[in-house]
């Protein structure tokens, strides 16, 4: 639906503001894609519940504001010390920030590389080699789907931008802490992800999201994960904004043969969060695995909406989603999986389970299969339901209080998800906020 | 009875079959022992006309008839029944409606009617008590949820009810406890008689105690490389398979 | 050597068996839709005011809506002005009185397709409503149950001798304004059977419908409204077939079932319609809308299709659950074979307290069908302790087949328990080869499986058509493995 011309016009006027601004402004190419998209955006507009794909997604309260991009700050708005929140204990990465969209240098940790991996600020990449950066950029992202992501492409300010070349194996993570700054309501920043991999690469990217105040800004993510053949990426994404914020991202990833991609996302902040991953198994033998955890409360949003696409014969494909809804929480999942007539012996299976634990509380779960194989292994199962009446009499038989046991039961519906990540630390810190989320505080050991 | 020459046949272009010659005489047992990967299944299958090998040379040649030549169904309906090593699982039929219609197919091929309700349920009842079969079993889908024992009896339940001329038992003892083994070969047993032949494909002798074999052979690199009575199957346990491959290298076989 | 699934590829196709014209004289409307046709319509059945009036609001609303799209389906557009909407065999002045005044071309035909209408060749316990074209042209034992109250007639027949049962529950569960077919059904259906179960009444026989399109160009839009009385029971049976014709033919007919309070319906179709030809020429488009209300405590609605023809079938018979302990079921297969396409499934809406629902739907694709299942379980907020179970299935048979699961599930109160389950295979080379093993042919062995894999829905069909259904499968599949 084409944008309200109010819409278009606050959008056309912020752009001309920060044009020259904006990284590869002086790169034709650039201007030009900047340029297409904000004429793509202002043709789409937001997308409506009439969209199928948004249909329990009502991004109206996005659509009804304007929301500025952030300027770059005059000064380090931030201090080392201000880090602390947000990183993970006892895990030894590479560290890049970006405060509000752009990134801060002297936050970043980025020694010992090894040779051939080229970790940095997308922005920097652009002025250091806008040949290589152009060859990779926009080949996934979802420009055509929906007006957010062609919006991130006019607007998009910095990102990690992750490269690797053939076998080259990053050892240490990298993690990357999108953080805003702003305390004002309608700011928005357009964080823009790339992430490429050489054959046989491996690396582990871990990326947070999270505000230092609680205003209702708009962060509006794009990311493009093109992996080489037989490469691997784990990749990671803590969505920990405000209760107020928007927060729209959306994630092409490309898995050719013999490649693996491993995704989890963990969503326990934001107003409204809209989390899309569009995966093509390219290639024989491809592997794709996106596990998800949303734990809500109060009037927050949370919608997964997965595409897998099985192009190729051999493929594999997991999605586990789990999530848990107290207050006036509404969660969406909307996984699909479409197996075209060449992707013999896919192998695809969708979960999501759901717990409601309060009047208010809705889940709206769509798992899909779309198949023209015939042999093919495919799945899916979804659950929308409580904590079991029988394990709940069980532990309060063995003396425990029904709130310790209902807080113990949700904790394990929730830890099932968390099991599947492979950094110990991350593991840790997430089990610890889950704790301190669902038990109020109390440790799971002083429980049992 | 049946009369393998020089056989040959491959499976993704992989020789396994390398001139297996073989001849069973009507009534008799013959044991197929050899170790892992030399051809047993493989040579069951082929007489069973399952999809996937290629037959690169020889002949077989079944009561008169060139067996590779049928349909596999054909060759079931003409006397061949295998009993599997992993019988498989078809969720929602019963297995009393499996047996049905595969007892009507072999009897309309004999030129027999179909044998109604009543007198099919009657055989069907008195065959299980071969194998100690309850009735329930009648009615579960085929092989689904059976355990390895169930499905192993259930087997030769088909055995008992079909009246095969050739039973071939493929890999039967395996999954087996000392029980259901006895049950099985007590089964078995029930079933040897004048015009009936078995080939009794296994790795371990255990099961020859119980269904004794008039003869004994080791398939051996795709070959028959060593027959001979029961005292040979005795002898393969003692020692196992490895002198049988040393004595084929000694004499350059 | 022998073969396995290859022997399948030489499976012969069986034609469709019904696919013969019965020439018969037909009062038929030119084709085109206007205020006119249906003031035409209306007025050839001596109808009341008040129903002209609903044709003339459903009309006009349809002309404000577009046809829907989200199907997945893929259809030419139909020409709704080529149709036409209304045809019947001629009649010799008034309607018949008895089987002895209806054509003897027409029994004819019903004996051909197995249904003898003759009371006396009937199997017991199966009454007859027979519909060809737009028109129901027979109702057998109508007297034995008249004498226990229930009203089993022809739509027109009810609306002449029972308005006010017709008045009251028309639209009621599917109004005029539900869906763009809907409404065009609204407007323009012709006939179809109506049911009244009277309080406490068991209904001794299963009633049956048996749908005929026969006359060229014409669309069947026919309207079957069934209604149980508080603590009623009726088992339905629908039957559909239709002639080979090249060119497409429109079936849009609406269903409206009401369960009061401890009431129970049983609604089983078995849907032969035409499917087109190997290269998909021809076959009718089956856009239908069938919907259930369970309106009082304890009330039970259970839907059980066995859909094998048809070019395309779109539809979703649905259940609202609003009396509190209310049931609702839906058990389907529906199979696709050449260029067929079936988007099917069911829509439960939890509305009561406690109520509880089962949703089993086996899919099955051959050849170049598409099949897809599309359902909703909706939990409302009141709906305290509502319960859903859904399995999908689908099994492929061939690999330019498709099979496709789109449920759609909302919650909106914590104590719902919802689970759906979803599988997609195919049948094995292991699972033929043991059967060929045992001397069974490969044709027999696909039959076999497909039916165990369908045996979850046929269970529920009454007996003569479980039967019937499992023969029509084996039929509907010949010709498609490869």
Same mark, same amino acid.
């Given at each position: 639906m084409e944008?309200?011309?109010?819409?278009?016009?606050?959008?056309?006027?912020?752009?001309?503001?920060? *044009?020259d601004?904006?990284p590869?402004?002086?790169?034709?190419?650039?201007?030009?894609?900047?340029?297409?998209?904000?004429?793509?955006?202002?043709?789409?507009g937001?997308?409506?519940v009439?969209?199928e794909?948004w249909k329990y997604?009502?991004t109206g309260v996005?659509?009804r504001?304007?929301?500025?991009?952030?300027?770059?700050?005059a000064?380090?708005?931030?201090?080392?010390?201000?880090?602390?929140?947000?990183?993970?204990?006892?895990?030894?990465?590479?560290?890049l920030?970006?405060?509000?969209?752009r990134?801060?240098?002297?936050?970043?940790?980025?020694d010992a590389?090894p040779?051939?991996?080229?970790?940095?600020?997308l922005a920097?990449?652009?002025?250091?080699d806008?040949?290589?950066?152009?060859?990779l950029?926009g080949?996934?992202?979802?420009?055509?789907?929906?007006g957010?992501?062609?919006?991130?492409?006019?607007?998009m300010?910095d990102?990690?931008?992750?490269?690797?070349a053939?076998g080259?194996a990053?050892?240490?993570?990298?993690? !990357?802490l999108h $953080?805003s700054?702003?305390?004002?309501?309608?700011?928005a920043?357009?964080?823009?992800?790339?992430?490429?991999?050489?054959r046989?690469?491996?690396a !582990?990217?871990?990326e947070t999201?999270?505000g230092?105040?609680e205003?209702?800004?708009l962060?509006?993510?794009?990311?493009?994960?093109?992996?080489?053949?037989?490469?691997?990426?784990e990749h990671?994404?803590?969505?920990q904004?405000s209760?107020?914020?928007?927060?729209?991202?959306d994630?092409?990833?490309h898995?050719?043969?013999?490649?693996?991609?491993?995704?989890h996302?963990?969503?326990?902040?934001g107003?409204?969060?809209?989390?899309?991953?569009r995966?093509?198994i390219?290639?024989?033998?491809?592997e794709?695995?996106?596990n998800?955890l949303? !734990?809500?409360?109060g009037?927050?949003?949370?919608?997964?909406?997965?595409?897998?696409?099985?192009?190729?014969?051999?493929?594999?494909s997991?999605?586990?989603f789990?999530g848990?809804?107290?207050g006036h929480?509404?969660?969406v999942f909307?996984g699909? !999986?479409?197996v075209?007539?060449?992707a013999?012996?896919t192998?695809?299976?969708?979960?999501?389970?759901n717990?409601?634990?309060?009047?208010?509380?809705e889940a709206?779960?769509?798992?899909?299969?779309?198949?023209?194989?015939?042999?093919v292994?495919?799945?899916?199962?979804?659950?929308v339901?409580?904590?079991?009446p029988?394990?709940?009499?069980?532990?309060?038989s063995r003396?425990?209080?029904?709130?310790?046991? *209902?807080?113990?039961l949700i904790y394990?519906?929730?830890?099932?998800?968390?099991?599947?990540l492979s950094?110990?630390?991350?593991?840790s810190?997430?089990?610890?906020?889950?704790?301190? *989320?669902?038990?109020?505080? *109390?440790?799971?050991?002083? $429980?049992? | 009875?049946l009369?393998?020459?020089?056989l040959?046949?491959s499976?993704d272009?992989?020789?396994?079959?390398?001139?297996?010659?073989?001849?069973?005489?009507?009534?008799e047992?013959?044991a197929?022992?050899?170790?892992n990967?030399?051809?047993?299944?493989?040579l069951?299958?082929?007489l069973?006309?399952?999809?996937?090998?290629q037959?690169?040379?020889?002949?077989?040649?079944?009561?008169?008839?060139?067996?590779?030549?049928?349909?596999?169904?054909e060759?079931?309906?003409?006397g061949?029944?295998?009993?599997?090593q992993?019988?498989?699982?078809?969720?929602?039929?019963?297995?009393?409606?499996l047996?049905?219609?595969?007892?009507?197919?072999?009897?309309?091929?004999r030129? /027999?009617?179909?044998?109604d309700?009543?007198?099919?349920?009657k055989?069907v009842?008195?065959r299980m008590?071969l194998? /100690?079969m309850?009735?329930?079993?009648?009615?579960?889908?085929?092989n689904?949820?059976?355990?390895g024992?169930?499905k192993?009896?259930?087997?030769?339940?088909?055995?008992?009810?079909l009246?095969?001329s050739?039973?071939?038992?493929? /890999?039967?003892?395996?999954?087996?406890?000392?029980?259901?083994?006895?049950?099985?070969?007590?089964g078995?047993?029930?079933? +040897?008689?004048? /015009?009936?032949s078995?080939?009794?494909?296994?790795h371990?002798?255990?099961?020859?105690?119980?269904?004794?074999?008039?003869?004994v052979?080791?398939?051996a690199?795709?070959r028959i490389?060593?027959?001979g009575?029961?005292s040979?199957?005795?002898?393969?346990?003692? +020692?196992?398979?490895g002198?049988?491959e040393?004595?084929?290298?000694a004499?350059?076989? | &050597? #022998?073969?396995?699934?290859?022997?399948?590829d030489?499976?012969?196709?069986?034609?469709y068996?019904?696919g013969?014209?019965?020439e018969?004289?037909?009062?038929?409307?030119?084709?085109?839709?206007d205020?006119?046709?249906?003031?035409?319509?209306?007025?050839?059945?001596?109808?009341?005011?008040? &129903?002209?009036?609903?044709?003339?609001?459903a009309?006009r609303h349809w002309?404000?809506?577009r046809?829907?799209?989200w199907?997945?389906?893929?259809?030419?557009?139909?020409?709704?002005?080529?149709?036409s909407?209304?045809?019947?065999?001629?009649?010799?002045?008034?309607?018949?009185k008895?089987?002895?005044?209806?054509?003897p071309k027409?029994?004819?035909?019903?004996?051909?397709?197995?249904?003898?209408?003759k009371?006396?060749e009937?199997l017991?316990?199966?009454?007859v409503d027979a519909v060809?074209?737009?028109?129901?042209?027979a109702?057998?034992?109508?007297?034995?149950l008249?004498?226990?109250?229930?009203?089993?007639?022809s739509f027109?027949?009810?609306?002449?001798?029972?308005?006010?049962?017709?008045r009251?529950y028309?639209g009621?569960v599917?109004?005029?304004?539900?869906?763009?077919?809907? =409404?065009?059904n609204?407007?323009?259906f012709?006939d179809? =059977?109506?049911?009244?179960?009277?309080?406490?009444?068991?209904?001794?026989m299963?009633?049956?419908t048996?749908?005929?399109i026969?006359?060229q160009n014409t669309?069947?839009?026919?309207?079957?409204?069934?209604? #149980?009385?508080?603590?009623?029971?009726?088992?339905?049976?629908?039957?559909?077939?239709?002639?080979?014709?090249d060119?497409?033919?429109?079936?849009?007919?609406?269903?409206?079932?009401v369960?009061?309070?401890d009431?129970?319906?049983?609604?089983?179709?078995?849907?032969?319609?035409y499917?087109?030809?190997?290269?998909?020429?021809?076959g009718?488009?089956n856009?239908?809308?069938k919907?259930?209300?369970?309106?009082g405590?304890?009330?039970?609605?259970s839907w059980?299709?066995?859909?094998?023809g048809?070019?395309?079938t779109? %539809?979703?018979?649905?259940?609202?659950?609003e009396?509190?302990? #209310?049931?609702?079921?839906?058990y389907s297969? #529906?199979?696709?074979n050449?260029?067929?396409?079936?988007?099917?499934?069911?829509?439960?809406?939890h509305i009561g @307290?406690n109520?509880?629902?089962?949703i089993?739907?086996?899919?099955?694709?051959a050849? @170049?069908?598409?099949?897809?299942?599309?359902?909703?379980?909706k939990?409302?907020?009141?709906?305290?302790?509502? @319960?859903?179970y859904t399995?999908?299935?689908?099994?492929?048979?061939?690999h330019?087949?498709g099979?496709h699961?789109?449920?759609?599930?909302?919650?909106?109160?914590p104590?719902?328990?919802?689970?759906?389950?979803?599988?997609?295979s195919?049948?094995?080379?292991?699972?033929?080869y043991?059967?060929?093993?045992r001397?069974?042919?490969?044709?027999?062995?696909?039959?076999?499986?497909?039916?165990?894999?369908?045996?979850?829905?046929? %269970?529920?069909?009454?007996?003569?058509?479980a039967?019937?259904?499992?023969?029509?499968?084996?039929?509907?599949?010949?010709?498609?493995?490869?």
């Amino acid at each position: 639906m084409e944008a309200a011309a109010e819409i278009k016009d606050h959008y056309r006027s912020d752009f001309e503001r920060l *044009r020259d601004g904006l990284p590869g402004g002086r790169i034709p190419w650039m201007k030009r894609r900047r340029e297409a998209a904000l004429a793509r955006f202002a043709a789409q507009g937001f997308p409506t519940v009439r969209d199928e794909a948004w249909k329990y997604t009502d991004t109206g309260v996005i659509a009804r504001r304007t929301f500025t991009t952030a300027s770059p700050p005059a000064r380090a708005a931030l201090a080392r010390g201000d880090l602390a929140a947000f990183t993970i204990p006892g895990l030894d990465c590479h560290r890049l920030v970006f405060v509000d969209g752009r990134i801060a240098p002297e936050l970043c940790d980025l020694d010992a590389l090894p040779a051939g991996a080229a970790v940095g600020g997308l922005a920097a990449a652009l002025e250091g080699d806008a040949a290589g950066v152009e060859k990779l950029l926009g080949r996934l992202a979802d420009d055509d789907g929906n007006g957010f992501a062609a919006l991130n492409t006019a607007f998009m300010t910095d990102g990690v931008c992750l490269r690797l070349a053939d076998g080259v194996a990053l050892e240490r993570p990298v993690h !990357v802490l999108h $953080l805003s700054t702003a305390d004002t309501d309608g700011t928005a920043v357009h964080p823009r992800n790339l992430v490429a991999l050489g054959r046989g690469s491996r690396a !582990v990217l871990i990326e947070t999201y999270a505000g230092l105040r609680e205003a209702a800004g708009l962060t509006n993510v794009q990311s493009e994960v093109l992996l080489g053949e037989g490469a691997e990426l784990e990749h990671y994404k803590l969505q920990q904004e405000s209760a107020k914020t928007f927060h729209i991202a959306d994630t092409g990833v490309h898995v050719p043969a013999g490649a693996r991609y491993r995704a989890h996302g963990i969503d326990a902040g934001g107003r409204l969060v809209r989390n899309g991953v569009r995966v093509r198994i390219d290639g024989a033998g491809a592997e794709c695995e996106l596990n998800g955890l949303y !734990v809500l409360a109060g009037r927050q949003h949370v919608d997964n909406h997965t595409v897998i696409d099985h192009l190729k014969p051999d493929g594999v494909s997991r999605e586990f989603f789990k999530g848990v809804l107290e207050g006036h929480a509404r969660s969406v999942f909307s996984g699909k !999986v479409i197996v075209h007539p060449d992707a013999q012996h896919t192998d695809a299976r969708q979960t999501n389970h759901n717990l409601l634990l309060s009047e208010n509380a809705e889940a709206d779960t769509r798992p899909q299969l779309e198949i023209y194989a015939d042999d093919v292994k495919c799945a899916h199962g979804a659950t929308v339901g409580q904590l079991d009446p029988d394990a709940l009499y069980y532990l309060q038989s063995r003396a425990i209080d029904e709130d310790a046991a *209902r807080s113990l039961l949700i904790y394990a519906f929730a830890n099932d998800v968390i099991g599947r990540l492979s950094l110990e630390p991350v593991r840790s810190y997430l089990e610890r906020t889950l704790t301190e *989320r669902l038990l109020h505080g *109390r440790r799971v050991e002083d $429980l049992i | 009875m049946l009369s393998i020459r020089n056989l040959q046949a491959s499976v993704d272009g992989k020789p396994i079959l390398k001139g297996l010659s073989l001849e069973i005489g009507k009534g008799e047992v013959h044991a197929i022992m050899g170790p892992n990967g030399s051809g047993k299944s493989t040579l069951a299958h082929i007489l069973a006309g399952r999809d996937g090998y290629q037959v690169t040379g020889g002949e077989v040649i079944y009561r008169g008839k060139d067996l590779l030549d049928m349909p596999t169904e054909e060759r079931a309906r003409e006397g061949v029944f295998l009993a599997f090593q992993y019988p498989v699982e078809i969720p929602g039929v019963s297995n009393i409606y499996l047996l049905k219609a595969a007892l009507n197919a072999v009897r309309k091929h004999r030129g /027999e009617g179909e044998l109604d309700a009543m007198d099919f349920l009657k055989l069907v009842k008195e065959r299980m008590k071969l194998v /100690e079969m309850d009735e329930q079993f009648l009615y579960r889908p085929v092989n689904e949820g059976f355990s390895g024992g169930e499905k192993k009896r259930n087997e030769i339940l088909q055995m008992a009810v079909l009246q095969p001329s050739l039973g071939i038992l493929d /890999e039967t003892d395996s999954g087996l406890d000392i029980d259901a083994l006895r049950v099985v070969a007590n089964g078995v047993n029930a079933l +040897r008689g004048p /015009e009936r032949s078995l080939m009794v494909v296994t790795h371990y002798q255990r099961l020859l105690d119980y269904i004794v074999p008039d003869h004994v052979h080791v398939l051996a690199g795709g070959r028959i490389v060593k027959s001979g009575d029961r005292s040979l199957a005795l002898e393969l346990e003692r +020692r196992g398979y490895g002198w049988i491959e040393d004595e084929l290298r000694a004499t350059g076989s | &050597m #022998a073969s396995g699934t290859q022997n399948l590829d030489e499976l012969i196709g069986k034609e469709y068996e019904h696919g013969f014209v019965t020439e018969l004289e037909a009062d038929t409307v030119p084709p085109g839709l206007d205020e006119d046709v249906i003031r035409a319509i209306s007025a050839k059945k001596g109808e009341p005011e008040f &129903m002209l009036e609903w044709r003339l609001k459903a009309y006009r609303h349809w002309t404000t809506m577009r046809e829907p799209a989200w199907a997945h389906v893929h259809y030419p557009p139909v020409d709704f002005q080529a149709i036409s909407y209304y045809s019947a065999p001629k009649a010799k002045g008034e309607g018949p009185k008895s089987l002895d005044e209806v054509d003897p071309k027409l029994l004819e035909t019903y004996n051909k397709l197995g249904i003898p209408l003759k009371e006396q060749e009937m199997l017991a316990g199966v009454a007859v409503d027979a519909v060809f074209d737009s028109v129901s042209v027979a109702t057998t034992f109508k007297d034995k149950l008249g004498a226990l109250g229930i009203i089993f007639c022809s739509f027109s027949e009810a609306v002449r001798n029972h308005p006010e049962l017709v008045r009251k529950y028309l639209g009621s569960v599917v109004p005029y304004t539900d869906n763009f077919y809907a =409404s065009l059904n609204s407007a323009v259906f012709s006939d179809g =059977s109506f049911v009244y179960v009277p309080k406490g009444v068991r209904c001794p026989m299963e009633l049956s419908t048996y749908f005929r399109i026969n006359a060229q160009n014409t669309g069947q839009f026919e309207r079957t409204l069934i209604v #149980a009385d508080e603590g009623a029971y009726v088992s339905y049976l629908e039957g559909c077939t239709a002639p080979q014709r090249d060119e497409n033919q429109l079936h849009a007919a609406v269903v409206e079932l009401v369960a009061l309070k401890d009431a129970q319906i049983k609604y089983s179709t078995v849907q032969n319609w035409y499917p087109g030809d190997e290269e998909g020429r021809g076959g009718i488009y089956n856009f239908v809308t069938k919907r259930g209300a369970c309106r009082g405590e304890n009330a039970k609605i259970s839907w059980t299709q066995v859909e094998t023809g048809s070019a395309i079938t779109w %539809k979703y018979p649905s259940v609202l659950l609003e009396g509190d302990n #209310a049931v609702g079921e839906f058990y389907s297969v #529906a199979l696709t074979n050449n260029l067929q396409q079936a988007d099917t499934g069911t829509k439960m809406i939890h509305i009561g @307290r406690n109520t509880r629902s089962t949703i089993i739907s086996k899919g099955i694709s051959a050849g @170049r069908g598409q099949n897809a299942y599309r359902g909703l379980v909706k939990v409302l907020k009141g709906a305290e302790d509502a @319960r859903n179970y859904t399995q999908c299935d689908s099994l492929l048979i061939g690999h330019r087949c498709g099979a496709h699961t789109f449920p759609y599930i909302e919650v909106k109160n914590p104590s719902a328990k919802v689970e759906h389950e979803a599988t997609t295979s195919k049948i094995s080379d292991d699972q033929l080869y043991y059967c060929m093993q045992r001397g069974i042919s490969a044709e027999d062995a696909v039959s076999m499986i497909v039916n165990g894999f369908c045996k979850e829905v046929f %269970k529920e069909l009454p007996m003569e058509f479980a039967v019937e259904a499992q023969k029509l499968l084996g039929i509907s599949l010949e010709g498609s493995v490869g």
